[in-house]
């Protein structure tokens, strides 16, 4: 089981957009629409922002939102702000009642 | 609100067995509250997260491939815990620890635990 693949690290200044990538298989990301995305900072438990590919919890931001095509999701961030910050992590169900996370981004707002 | 907590040994050493506990707060971890996995999750140092495994109440046991052979999880509804070990521990198994609230039908983690650091050293 190996990690869905991410880009180490994106970066943007405050007001701009960056999207994300996570990028699989047909056996897992492009298979189901069970992809879910967190947000972690340093020395915190990551916090989950996205889910079913493109939902959002409540008492998350607008900002942020979900799509995928194929074998890839994607996480876009819009109106970056300095508190967006952070690693983000996909995730996807890979079948069989298993899950894989993406190896994960830096996201650095400039 | 619902809140988890880990707990266990920090150092184990190697070929030891890792045992760690995740206790449920604000909620019940019986079937009564809803369809959820219980899961475990970890992070080494500097590293990504990684899916070690999950268990749907006592019912339902899965563990990521990699790992299979040298996890159990199990669950004591009565104490409101579910529990981990991993067996035969080397350094590769130093990492942040976590346990989460999953959904069953859509496996997304909604709830986690602060989580708790475990190194392997003699």
């Known amino acids: 089981q190996s990690a869905l693949t991410q880009p180490a690290s994106v970066s943007g200044s405050p007001g701009q957009s960056i999207t994300i990538s996570c990028t699989g298989s047909?056996?897992?990301?492009?298979?189901?629409?069970?992809v879910s995305w967190y947000q972690q900072h340093p020395g915190k438990a990551p916090k989950f922002i996205i889910y079913?590919?493109?939902k959002r919890p409540s008492g998350v931001s607008n900002r942020f939102s979900g799509s995928k095509s194929g074998n890839t999701a994607s996480l876009t961030i819009s109106g970056l702000q300095a508190e967006d910050d952070a690693d983000y992590y996909c995730?996807?169900?890979?079948?069989?009642?298993?899950?894989?996370f993406g190896g994960g981004t830096k996201l650095t707002v400039l | 609100q619902l809140q988890l907590q880990e707990s266990g040994p920090g150092l184990v050493k190697p070929s030891e067995t890792l045992s760690l506990t995740c206790t449920v707060s604000?909620?019940?971890?019986?079937?009564?509250?809803?369809?959820?996995?219980w899961d475990w999750i970890r992070q080494p140092p500097g590293k990504g997260l990684e899916w070690i495994g999950h268990?749907?109440?006592?019912?339902?046991?899965y563990y990521n491939p990699s790992l299979k052979s040298r996890v159990t999880i199990s669950v004591d509804t009565s104490k409101n815990q579910f529990s981990l070990k991993l067996s035969s521990v080397t350094a590769a198994d130093t990492a942040v620890y976590y346990c989460?609230?999953?959904?069953?039908?859509?496996?997304?983690?909604?709830?986690w635990g602060k989580g708790t650091t475990v190194t392997v050293s003699s």
């Open positions: 989460a609230r999953a959904s069953y039908y859509y496996h997304y983690m909604d709830v």
């Open positions: 604000g909620g019940s971890i019986n079937r009564g509250s809803g369809d959820y996995y």
């Open positions: 268990i749907y109440y006592s019912d339902y046991i």
């Open positions: 047909s056996s897992d990301v492009g298979g189901y629409n069970l």
């Open positions: 079913e590919v493109s």
């Open positions: 995730c996807s169900y890979a079948g069989s009642n298993t899950v894989m």
